[in-house]
């Protein structure tokens, strides 16, 4: 079973903002509770908490603010966090000040060095200090994810490469050996075979050179593929190819269901008594592109879950979706009956 993430009802940007001025407020609960011990004389916690609010959650809002002007972020992280802490400070101190004895309806103070003034600077100092070093937190800790995002894609990319690098002299070498056995037997079969080589090999190569392609080429890339299968195994392979004609030009990962197809004859077709059929599909779904490999082989042990990844072909399947889509992406695999495998993949469009 697939469980799909939950979509937060707001853009990913207010998310963070809101986050941050929920983080602002509570840590204004300490500033306040920690005046309030050190001069419990002076005023109330609550007196304390309110002009702590006001203060924190406008340097909060001036510092934020003054980071998205263009110019500031042209400037560089550090230097537009320090751009940020000039202005967000001294303004958010002016603002929350003015805004506390307002809703007060009390006179506005703000200069000074009285204690309480000294007391509110320190505590605009602290709860600047505090948003800066959560802004500093998120930005470090986006950087790691994209770095670790970067690091996946890129593992994904290079074991595509191996798998291909698997898969050409495997494919060659036993096509090979079949041409020489038709030769002499079957020369028709045999040249058919080689045409159907030839643009096997065209695509493996085109798909070597670039890490995208079309479902039209992913599907022209099976038939070829299907086609060979089907002279070697003879009566005992049938398959289907079902693309619609309007997702021809969807881009996919390229080989992306090679490795399903491969796993559906190898486990499912071949070792069946009178073999069986392969059908592959492609449609859009409510939850984006959707592509099945079916075969009526002889399925899983009973004792294998189908969450199981079967063999470096479905692992690497997974890892190289994980990777491009994150968790937008599945495969999932599901018994057929009354024999046989059912392989899906969601890829966002």
Same mark, same amino acid.
Not at 261 to 290: C, F, M
């Given at each position: ?74 400037? $560089?992280?550090?230097? /537009?966090? +320090?751009? !940020?802490? %000039?202005?967000? =400070?001294?303004? &958010?101190?002016?603002?929350? *000040?003015? @805004? ?11 200069? $000074?060095?009285?204690? /309480?003034? +000294?007391? !509110?600077? %320190?505590?605009? =100092?602290?709860? &600047?200090?505090?948003?800066? *070093?959560? @802004? ?17 894609? +890129?593992? !994904? ?193």
């Amino acid at each position: 079973m697939t469980l799909t993430p939950p979509v937060s009802p707001l853009p990913e940007g207010a998310t963070r903002t809101l986050r941050l001025f929920v983080l602002t407020g509570l840590f204004c609960v300490l500033v306040a509770a920690m005046l309030t011990l050190a001069e419990p004389e002076h005023d109330s916690f609550g007196r304390n908490l309110w002009f702590s609010e006001c203060i924190g959650l406008w340097v909060a809002f001036c510092g934020a603010l003054v980071r998205q002007l263009p110019w500031v972020r042209r400037r $560089g992280a550090r230097a /537009a966090l +320090l751009i !940020a802490l %000039g202005v967000g =400070l001294p303004l &958010g101190y002016v603002l929350g *000040y003015t @805004t506390a004895y307002a809703v007060l309806g009390e006179p506005i103070r703000i200069i $000074g060095v009285d204690d /309480a003034r +000294l007391a !509110a600077i %320190g505590a605009t =100092l602290l709860a &600047g200090g505090f948003v800066s *070093y959560l @802004t500093w937190l998120r930005s470090r800790l986006s950087s790691e994810a994209m770095a670790r995002a970067s690091a996946q894609q +890129l593992a !994904a990319e290079a074991e595509l490469r191996m798998l291909r690098a698997q898969l050409d002299p495997h494919m060659l070498f036993n096509t090979l050996a079949n041409l020489r056995a038709l030769v002499d037997d079957d020369p028709a079969s045999a040249r058919l075979m080689i045409d159907r080589l030839i643009t096997w090999l065209r695509g493996a190569l085109a798909a070597s050179r670039s890490d995208n392609t079309t479902l039209a080429a992913e599907f022209a890339q099976l038939a070829a593929y299907l086609d060979i299968m089907a002279l070697r195994l003879g009566a005992r392979l049938h398959y289907t190819l079902d693309l619609p004609e309007a997702l021809q030009a969807t881009p996919v990962p390229a080989m992306l269901l090679q490795p399903l197809v491969e796993n559906a004859l190898k486990h499912g077709i071949e070792p069946k008594i009178g073999g069986g059929s392969v059908r592959v599909s492609a449609r859009l779904g409510a939850q984006g592109l959707e592509l099945e490999v079916n075969d009526t082989g002889l399925g899983l042990p009973a004792d294998q879950p189908p969450t199981a990844d079967g063999g470096f072909g479905l692992a690497q399947v997974r890892e190289r979706l994980r990777a491009l889509y994150g968790e937008r992406a599945s495969l999932r695999l599901l018994r057929q009956h009354p024999t046989g495998m059912r392989a899906i993949v969601r890829i966002p469009t």
